[in-house]
Structures are given as C-alpha cells and as structure tokens.
C-alpha cells in the first residue's frame, strides 16, 4: 500500500469495442513520454481486433506460419503473442517511482491480479519464477509484457476469456515451442465475460489501497 500522503489518482479507461494495436500503442507510448509527476496514473481495459505482436528482443523464427494476422513490431519486452477478441488486455500507465514500486512489484501485481479473478470463478491459477506469465496445469492462460521509461510503465497483462486460439497456433506464444494456452471458457462452464472481469478489475484496483481517487471512463 501507498503512503496515503503519495497516492496518486488512478483514471480507468473502460473500452467497450474493438480497438486497434496500433493506434492505442502509439497513444501509451506518447502518454508515458509526454506525462510529468503530477499527471494521474492510468490503466485502459479493452479487446482488440486480431494482431500479432513482436517484443522488442523478439526472434522472427518464432512466427511459424503466415496467417492473414498482421505483425506489428513493438517496444514491450518478450516475443512474439496475439490478442484479439476474447482476450482481456490491461495496459499500465503508473509511475512506478511515485507508487515505491520497482519491475519486480509491477510484475508480481498484474500477476497476481489475474490469479485472484481467476479464483474468484473456482480457477485454481499460479505464476513462475522462471517464465512471466500465469498458468493452469502448465498451460498458459495469461501473459505480460511492459516497457519502462524513465520509471514510469507501459503495455501490460492479456487474459484469455474466450478468444479463438489460431493466433496462438501460429507461432510461439511468448517464445515458447509447444506451450499449450487456454482459456476461462475451457477450465469453467458459466464463465465470466468480458465485461464481468472489467468490472473484477475495477473493484480490485478501488480497493487496493494505491490510488487516492479512481476515475472510470467509458471509451
């Protein structure tokens, strides 16, 4: 928890339609260059249109098999991943330095957010010391990526809820041959949908303790 004096204010940015990669990479990417200490922290939650995208150390041969899916180079850490519909995607604006936070606990909070709304559907879901991401019976079920400038982060976290997994089938997810993904639809028979986990993750954040105001904005 965050010294009450130091709690930043925290804007939600709830997207309720598809949304492209690229044009919400290019816009995170000048908000974390064009922000100051005074400008509040935030996390936009969203679906996007069918994208491959390559992490900044990522190896080509890791793209198995050309696909109609667009590949777009990026500056995140990690390979290659998709995202799409059915995928939840978080990205995380925050000031690590205002918060007291380092990578480590930057990590450590986008997987550990993922495994308490995945228990909270009876998902009995853990993360590796060893591989980045949050599993179940060793498939992947959610995987991270960030970028750090100047203290302050960028990119973020992408649940499985229920997507089609071709994507995955083209390459390997995160750099990883043979790493089977899955989905919440797979491992629960009412699941929960897009917006449930919006919502999930709102409450989450509203109670953590690290925001002094927390904004939700429909976009």
């Not at 939600?12 to 919400?24: F, G, K, N, Q, V």
């Not at 990522?58 to 500056?75: A, F, N």
């Not at 990578?103 to 009876?122: C, D, F, P």
């Not at 899955?182 to 449930?196: G, I, S, W």
Request: charged share 20%; glycine share 8%; with cysteine.
């Amino acid at each position: 928890m965050t010294d009450m004096a130091a709690q930043p204010a925290l804007i939600i940015r709830h997207y309720h339609d598809l949304t492209p990669y690229e044009a919400r990479f290019l816009e995170m990417k000048s908000f974390t260059e064009n922000r100051d200490e005074t400008t509040p922290d935030e996390l936009w939650i969203l679906q996007h249109h069918d994208v491959l995208t390559q992490g900044q150390a990522g190896k080509p041969e890791h793209v198995l098999v050309p696909s109609h899916i667009p590949l777009i180079q990026t500056d995140r850490g990690g390979q290659v991943t998709w995202h799409g519909p059915g995928q939840l995607v978080a990205y995380f604006m925050f000031d690590l330095n205002r918060l007291g936070w380092n990578v480590r606990t930057l990590v450590s909070y986008a997987e550990n957010l993922m495994i308490e709304l995945l228990q909270k559907y009876g998902i009995d879901a853990y993360a590796k010391a060893d591989a980045p991401g949050v599993y179940v019976n060793e498939r992947k079920i959610g995987s991270l990526g960030f970028k750090i400038r100047k203290g302050r982060s960028y990119h973020g976290l992408a649940l499985n809820i229920d997507c089609d997994l071709f994507g995955f089938q083209t390459i390997n997810p995160c750099g990883y041959a043979g790493l089977e993904m899955v989905r919440v639809m797979d491992l629960v028979a009412n699941y929960p949908r897009f917006d449930d986990l919006c919502r999930d993750i709102i409450a989450s954040l509203t109670l953590s303790g690290y925001f002094s105001d927390i904004q939700v904005i429909d976009a």
